[in-house]
């Protein structure tokens, strides 16, 4: 299984060793915002994961107007077709992993995720515009093969995230930064097309509360640590991040206690 390579490289967590790796996680999620996770397999098999890409490339070679029954139950939710802002990307969407009706329903209408078509004339280019997810947590199986994805450090510096077969990338999105108090880092990141190919990625979002407000647990804040963020509902952030194109975090900005 993949070890560090060193200080460049984003970190792995072996799932088999904790509390041992507690530490470890915890610098990971201040300095990076993301982190690999190995030796899982109690919980997902490889043999799910090789299943799930099957399926996932399957489902993008349906016909574009089969891809677009899959309709959006929340603001991008939905299949995206490549737009101007990134068009290179399609995807796929399933709205609520966890409801055996949401499952139901999407499999009647159909729905995945990103799916990236890179040729020779597009190496350079964006795959992805640099972003940073809305949710708390986003855990990513990437292509095996293709790379591209970079992640930006707390420092500012892109690092290329290389494609580790049998591992699985967790990303750490607003939501994360909020609940830390701003100790976390909600990772920036982009895909840029570096070789012709399709490059395929499942990526599952664990989102806000649906109702209940987001707010920073009081047991983090003291003196030296004043609340940083009011709270709000995960769904109004949401919109506000979509309607105002505010994709790298912004929307957070506004959200700031002001002293
Ligand atoms: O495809 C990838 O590696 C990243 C996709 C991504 O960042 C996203 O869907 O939010
Ligand atoms: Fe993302």
């Known amino acids: 299984m993949a070890e560090d390579a060193g200080r460049n490289s984003v970190p792995v967590i072996d799932m088999q060793d904790f509390p041992g790796q507690l530490r470890r996680l915890i610098e990971a999620c201040e300095d990076w915002g993301c982190f690999r996770i190995v030796n899982f397999g109690g919980i997902v098999t490889q043999s799910v994961m090789v ?7 399957s489902l993008f070679e349906l016909p574009a107007e089969v891809k677009m029954r899959n309709v959006e139950v929340i603001a991008g939710s939905g ?9 290179l990307y399609e995807a796929l969407g399933l709205y609520d992993m966890a409801s055996v009706r949401a499952v139901d ?10 799916h990236q078509s890179f040729t020779p004339e597009t190496v350079g280019l964006p795959g992805v515009q640099l972003h940073t997810d809305s949710s708390f947590l986003t855990v990513l199986q990437d292509d095996e093969v293709i790379g591209g994805l970079e992640v930006m450090k707390r420092c500012g510096k892109f690092e290329a995230v290389d494609p580790c077969p049998g591992s699985l990338l967790v990303n750490l999105g607003d939501i994360a930064t909020v609940w830390s108090n701003g100790r976390f880092l909600n990772v920036k990141h982009r895909v840029m097309c570096k070789e ?20 920073v647990p009081l047991r983090l804040v003291d003196q030296e640590h004043p609340r940083l963020y009011v ?3 995960y769904q ?11 994709h790298i975090a912004e929307a957070l900005d506004r959200l700031r206690v002001q002293y």
């Open 51 to 57: 299943e799930m890409k099957e399926v996932v490339r």
């Open 79 to 87: 299949y995206m077709a490549p737009s101007e802002i990134n068009p």
């Open 105 to 114: 329903g999407f499999c009647s209408n159909l729905d995945a995720t990103p």
């Open 196 to 215: 012709a190919g399709t490059r395929l990625s499942i990526a599952s979002f664990l989102l806000g509360p649906k109702e209940a407000p987001v707010e």
């Open 231 to 233: 709270p709000f509902v």
């Open 236 to 246: 109004d952030y949401r919109k506000l991040r979509i309607s105002n194109k505010l």
